[in-house]
């Protein structure tokens, strides 16, 4: 019964999406008519919202179907178990193809809520009665209400047609066959939801941009008017992302936390666009620059998350994140992306040269610089592409199946954020129109001495033995050190600086600005964590019989034995191992694990971890016996916490930047 | 109106759509499968740098010990996903002839670790950290193996992970002695 409620409310919601995709355009269009455009774009407003309502109607009834372990439902079947904890039960109904599809299709249409509730006093004036720019302001809002609805009537037929979640079996199993038992895990069931969060968010910055070429209007009040969803939709992808990395680090156990596989390239290239954007955005809001380049941008953002999805649905491109993949449905995504990406670029590509205005400004201003920002970041996400879909591209002219691997990204997409982070420490220095801050010569100064000493610092242990910090470190890495430092140095510098003058902003300014660089700071701090992992990094392979003892990077470890331990729904061989920092500190104890699911006949490797902010202990069990012992991974990682701690900073800098936005003066 | 700068990314999706689309029709009909590669090298002498071993053994020449047998050259790397997925293949092979290893672009600790969780079917293991050997192979990228003849000559080239289709190609070589 509550399926067949959740399928009518699905139904019904996409049904609406399609009205709410033609009402509020059908209003915009006429605006002589006065009255009845208001009331259509009214109604466009309450579409959205009942429209929202019923996709989140549907989604609570697969939640509930899961919860309640109803396997006469094909997904939950194929997807749950009755020995499963309730909050694998909760967070299996988007672990897989149709569940996480609707759950797309859920925040696609709570963004369409946001933007459908109204600002000002709702008043059904005839729009001669209307200031101008209220005017302006609705007709914008009705327009991206439409495109939303667009893009959300798409997905769900999509859903409904192609991955539905409701479908009944004729004869229901007694035990469904449990989830990915990879998938059984806190981590998984708070990134996906995160994850979409930024994906789909990017659709309302997306669907602004349209609504601004169909209006053939993009002032600052767009740009103001788009920036909220930006900035919402690239700090959840920050957090999605490095949620998503953090659990491939202790879940996969592969000891590394990013591995440029394809499904991870598909994140970080809508990040690199989202990033773009974000600073652009500030450009065409505060000086009426870079309209155009705007527009493509956020037109860019979407559609790299919709090949995203595509990468990930259609089974594509090998990767290590195969959990639900097939090629029929890739057809739809590819004719989805085709409309949804290809008519917004025919209109750019029609519109948009109406909106290129002269520059009107120096390169060494902070316009430029953010020009600069964009060139790389752009720069960075072609990369990513480039090396995603050329083993793609060389199948099909060759029928070759390879990987290009870290290999190419260290050696290309590496240099280009050298130069980011370089340009990180000099762009906020300078000021709109041209010239530089303030004391801009002595925070550089500060900034390039701090990189100077400390990269001097590890040239020169390791030139001179006795210095020796353990590791040899390659020039690449030196140039990150510095690099780093000189990003910390040029924040701190300009933050002492200021205080030291009594120059501090008040009000929201402050906030923007202490945003700003909190989310710069946050890349200071994901730098250290990555070079400290990279560079000063240790790991073993041994083969341990119990008693057994291994050095590691000034730690002592030490292997007990491996004993039979039993969870809710699965059995493993848990190794006993204590760590022991130094001679006269207590021991830590540690319990690698390899889970086996009978339900569903797999295994697991859990990886145990000792985190501390100075770095994470870290070992992995492999196969052996007793007799001829165990293989056991261990690392030592300095800092490896403060990769996802950065990018923790990164996203609230970015929403604390968000608070600290300035209105547009109302006559605008 | 249209300017020639504003129709790119139109242009570029555009071909990106294209490529998506052959991609998927060649899925969906089965025709694209890894297949075997023209190569510059069929019916010559390959090159033979000398590489150095996993556990820093100075370099060596990998083929002159196996001339007379045939013999399968696979370059693989233990960040390389399709190279898990040939694993089962390559042990299977392992046992009616000599593998040799060529690791690309990774380092012997990486290598030892891959080699430890998906087996190791290989008779000699050279390290190309460089990727200096991948090089003077002409190698499209790895997974990719070349089957030498026992006359020291490469017979053919294969891209991407070794599939039944080459298993019983080079089952069937082995028996005829062609």
């Given at each position: 019964?509550?399926?067949?409620?959740?399928?009518?409310?699905?139904?019904?919601?996409?049904?609406?999406a399609?009205?709410?995709?033609?009402?509020?355009?059908?209003?915009?269009?006429?605006?002589?008519?006065?009255?009845?455009?208001?009331?259509?774009?009214?109604?466009?407003?309450?579409?959205?919202?009942?429209?929202?309502?019923?996709?989140?109607?549907?989604?609570a009834?697969?939640?509930?179907?899961?919860?309640?372990?109803?396997?006469?439902?094909?997904?939950?079947?194929?997807?749950?178990h009755?020995?499963?904890?309730?909050?694998?039960?909760?967070?299996?109904?988007?672990?897989?193809?149709e569940?996480?599809?609707?759950?797309?299709?859920?925040?696609?249409?709570?963004?369409?809520?946001?933007?459908?509730?109204?600002?000002?006093?709702?008043?059904p004036?005839?729009?001669?009665?209307?200031?101008?720019?209220?005017?302006?302001?609705?007709?914008?809002?009705?327009?991206?209400i439409?495109?939303?609805?667009?893009i959300?009537a798409?997905?769900l037929?999509?859903?409904?047609?192609?991955?539905n979640?409701?479908?009944?079996?004729?004869?229901?199993?007694?035990e469904?066959?449990g989830?990915?038992?990879?998938?059984?895990?806190?981590?998984?069931?708070l990134h996906?939801?995160?994850?979409?969060?930024?994906?789909?968010?990017?659709?309302?910055?997306?669907?602004?941009?349209v609504a601004?070429l169909?209006?053939?209007?993009?002032?600052?009040?767009?740009?103001?008017?788009?920036?909220p969803?930006v900035?919402?939709?690239?700090?959840a992808?920050?957090?999605?992302?490095?949620?998503?990395?953090?659990?491939?680090?202790?879940?996969?156990g592969?000891?590394?936390?990013?591995?440029?596989?394809p499904?991870?390239?598909?994140?970080?290239?809508?990040?690199l666009?989202?990033t773009?954007?974000?600073?652009?955005?500030?450009?065409?809001?505060?000086?009426e620059?870079?309209?155009?380049?705007?527009?493509?941008?956020?037109?860019?953002?979407f559609?790299?998350?919709?090949?995203?999805?595509f990468?990930?649905?259609?089974g594509l491109?090998?990767?290590?994140?195969?959990?639900?993949?097939?090629?029929?449905?890739?057809?739809?995504?590819?004719?989805?992306?085709?409309?949804?990406?290809?008519?917004?670029?025919?209109l750019?590509?029609?519109?948009?040269?109406?909106?290129?205005?002269?520059?009107?400004?120096p390169?060494?201003?902070?316009?430029?610089?953010?020009?600069l920002?964009?060139?790389l970041?752009?720069?960075?996400?072609?990369?990513?592409?480039?090396?995603?879909?050329?083993?793609?591209?060389?199948?099909?002219?060759?029928?070759?199946?390879i990987?290009?691997?870290?290999?190419?990204?260290?050696?290309?997409?590496?240099?280009?954020?050298?130069?980011?982070?370089?340009?990180?420490?000099?762009?906020p220095?300078?000021v709109?129109?041209?010239?530089?801050?303030p004391?801009?010569?002595?925070?550089?100064?500060?900034?390039?001495?701090?990189?100077?000493?400390?990269?001097?610092?590890?040239?020169?242990?390791?030139?001179?033995?006795?210095?020796?910090?353990?590791?040899?470190?390659?020039?690449?890495g030196?140039?990150?050190?510095?690099?780093?430092?000189?990003?910390g140095?040029?924040?701190l510098?300009?933050?002492g600086?200021r205080w030291r003058?009594?120059?501090?902003?008040?009000g929201?300014?402050?906030?923007?600005?202490?945003?700003?660089?909190?989310?710069?700071?946050?890349?200071v701090?994901?730098?250290?964590?990555a070079?400290g992992e990279?560079?000063?990094?240790?790991?073993k392979?041994?083969r341990?019989?119990?008693?057994?003892?291994?050095?590691l990077?000034?730690?002592?470890?030490?292997?007990?034995?491996?004993v039979?331990?039993?969870?809710?729904?699965?059995?493993?061989r848990t190794?006993?191992?204590?760590v022991?920092?130094?001679?006269?500190?207590?021991?830590?104890?540690?319990?690698?694990?390899?889970?086996?699911?009978?339900?569903?006949?797999?295994?697991?490797?859990?990886?145990?971890?000792?985190?501390?902010?100075?770095?994470?202990?870290?070992?992995?069990?492999?196969?052996?016996?007793?007799e001829?012992?165990?293989?056991?991974?261990?690392?030592?990682?300095?800092?490896?916490?403060?990769?996802?701690?950065?990018?923790?900073l990164?996203?609230?800098?970015?929403?604390?930047?968000?608070?600290?936005?300035?209105?547009?003066?109302?006559?605008g | 109106m249209?300017?020639?700068?504003?129709?790119?990314?139109?242009a570029?999706?555009?071909?990106?759509l294209l490529?998506?689309?052959?991609g998927?029709y060649?899925?969906?009909s089965?025709?694209?499968?890894?297949?075997?590669?023209?190569?510059?090298?069929v019916?010559q002498?390959?090159?033979?740098?000398p590489l150095p071993g996993?556990?820093?053994?100075?370099?060596?020449?990998?083929?002159?010990?196996?001339?007379g047998?045939?013999?399968?050259?696979?370059?693989?790397?233990?960040w390389?996903?399709?190279?898990?997925?040939?694993?089962?293949?390559?042990?299977?092979?392992?046992?009616?002839?000599t593998?040799?290893g060529?690791?690309?672009?990774?380092?012997?600790?990486?290598?030892?670790?891959?080699?430890?969780q998906?087996?190791?079917?290989?008779?000699?293991?050279?390290?190309?950290?460089?990727?200096?050997?991948?090089?003077d192979?002409?190698?499209?990228g790895?997974?990719?193996?070349?089957?030498?003849a026992?006359?020291?000559?490469?017979?053919?080239?294969?891209?991407?992970?070794?599939?039944?289709?080459?298993?019983e190609d080079?089952?069937?070589?082995?028996?005829?002695?062609?």
């Amino acid at each position: 019964m509550i399926a067949e409620l959740g399928h009518f409310a699905l139904i019904a919601a996409f049904v609406l999406a399609i009205a709410q995709a033609l009402v509020p355009l059908l209003g915009a269009s006429q605006r002589e008519a006065g009255l009845i455009a208001a009331r259509l774009m009214t109604v466009g407003r309450w579409l959205a919202l009942l429209s929202a309502g019923l996709v989140l109607a549907a989604f609570a009834a697969l939640v509930i179907s899961f919860i309640r372990s109803d396997f006469s439902l094909a997904l939950v079947a194929a997807h749950s178990h009755s020995a499963k904890p309730l909050i694998y039960k909760i967070s299996g109904s988007w672990g897989n193809h149709e569940g996480s599809l609707l759950l797309w299709c859920v925040i696609l249409a709570l963004f369409g809520a946001i933007m459908a509730r109204e600002r000002r006093p709702e008043q059904p004036l005839p729009a001669h009665l209307l200031p101008a720019h209220l005017l302006q302001a609705r007709l914008l809002q009705a327009r991206a209400i439409a495109v939303q609805g667009m893009i959300q009537a798409a997905f769900l037929a999509f859903s409904l047609f192609t991955s539905n979640p409701f479908l009944r079996l004729a004869a229901p199993p007694l035990e469904g066959r449990g989830l990915n038992p990879v998938l059984q895990d806190p981590g998984l069931a708070l990134h996906p939801p995160m994850l979409y969060l930024g994906y789909v968010g990017l659709s309302a910055s997306f669907a602004f941009a349209v609504a601004g070429l169909i209006g053939g209007r993009i002032d600052r009040a767009w740009a103001a008017a788009m920036r909220p969803y930006v900035t919402l939709a690239w700090a959840a992808l920050t957090c999605g992302i490095a949620l998503g990395s953090w659990w491939a680090y202790y879940e996969l156990g592969w000891g590394g936390w990013w591995f440029w596989d394809p499904v991870e390239n598909a994140s970080l290239m809508p990040w690199l666009a989202a990033t773009a954007l974000l600073h652009s955005v500030r450009v065409a809001e505060q000086r009426e620059q870079l309209k155009s380049w705007t527009v493509l941008l956020a037109i860019l953002g979407f559609s790299l998350s919709l090949l995203g999805t595509f990468i990930v649905r259609s089974g594509l491109l090998t990767s290590v994140h195969s959990f639900a993949s097939d090629p029929a449905r890739g057809l739809f995504i590819l004719l989805l992306l085709g409309l949804a990406i290809g008519l917004p670029l025919l209109l750019f590509a029609w519109r948009g040269p109406q909106l290129a205005a002269r520059a009107d400004f120096p390169p060494l201003s902070r316009e430029g610089a953010l020009i600069l920002n964009n060139i790389l970041l752009v720069s960075a996400s072609v990369i990513v592409l480039v090396g995603t879909f050329y083993p793609l591209a060389l199948e099909l002219v060759s029928g070759a199946r390879i990987t290009v691997g870290p290999p190419y990204f260290a050696a290309s997409f590496n240099p280009v954020m050298a130069l980011l982070v370089a340009a990180m420490g000099i762009g906020p220095l300078l000021v709109w129109r041209g010239g530089w801050r303030p004391r801009a010569g002595l925070t550089l100064l500060l900034a390039g001495g701090l990189a100077l000493i400390g990269t001097g610092f590890f040239l020169l242990s390791n030139l001179l033995p006795g210095l020796q910090i353990g590791h040899k470190i390659s020039p690449a890495g030196l140039a990150g050190i510095a690099l780093m430092l000189w990003l910390g140095g040029s924040i701190l510098a300009d933050i002492g600086l200021r205080w030291r003058a009594g120059s501090w902003p008040k009000g929201r300014a402050r906030r923007a600005l202490s945003g700003m660089w909190l989310a710069h700071f946050g890349m200071v701090v994901f730098l250290a964590g990555a070079l400290g992992e990279g560079l000063f990094g240790s790991e073993k392979i041994a083969r341990l019989t119990p008693g057994d003892t291994v050095q590691l990077a000034g730690r002592l470890w030490q292997f007990d034995q491996v004993v039979q331990t039993n969870g809710p729904n699965w059995t493993a061989r848990t190794a006993r191992l204590s760590v022991q920092a130094d001679p006269a500190g207590p021991a830590r104890q540690m319990r690698p694990q390899i889970r086996f699911y009978p339900a569903s006949q797999q295994s697991t490797t859990e990886a145990a971890i000792h985190s501390s902010v100075s770095g994470d202990d870290y070992a992995v069990l492999g196969e052996g016996s007793e007799e001829r012992g165990y293989i056991l991974r261990l690392y030592r990682k300095p800092l490896v916490g403060w990769i996802w701690f950065g990018s923790l900073l990164m996203a609230l800098g970015g929403l604390l930047a968000l608070s600290g936005r300035q209105k547009l003066p109302e006559a605008g | 109106m249209m300017r020639p700068l504003f129709v790119l990314p139109l242009a570029g999706f555009a071909l990106l759509l294209l490529l998506f689309a052959a991609g998927l029709y060649t899925q969906l009909s089965g025709s694209r499968q890894p297949d075997q590669l023209p190569s510059m090298l069929v019916g010559q002498l390959p090159p033979d740098r000398p590489l150095p071993g996993l556990n820093a053994e100075p370099p060596r020449r990998l083929l002159d010990a196996s001339r007379g047998d045939w013999l399968l050259v696979n370059f693989f790397a233990s960040w390389c996903a399709p190279c898990r997925a040939e694993a089962p293949a390559l042990a299977s092979l392992s046992e009616k002839m000599t593998i040799i290893g060529i690791a690309y672009k990774d380092k012997p600790l990486d290598t030892q670790k891959f080699l430890n969780q998906f087996g190791n079917p290989y008779r000699r293991i050279g390290v190309d950290l460089d990727g200096k050997a991948g090089l003077d192979w002409a190698i499209y990228g790895v997974p990719e193996s070349f089957l030498l003849a026992p006359d020291g000559r490469v017979v053919l080239r294969h891209a991407g992970p070794v599939d039944r289709a080459l298993l019983e190609d080079i089952e069937a070589r082995l028996e005829t002695g062609r």
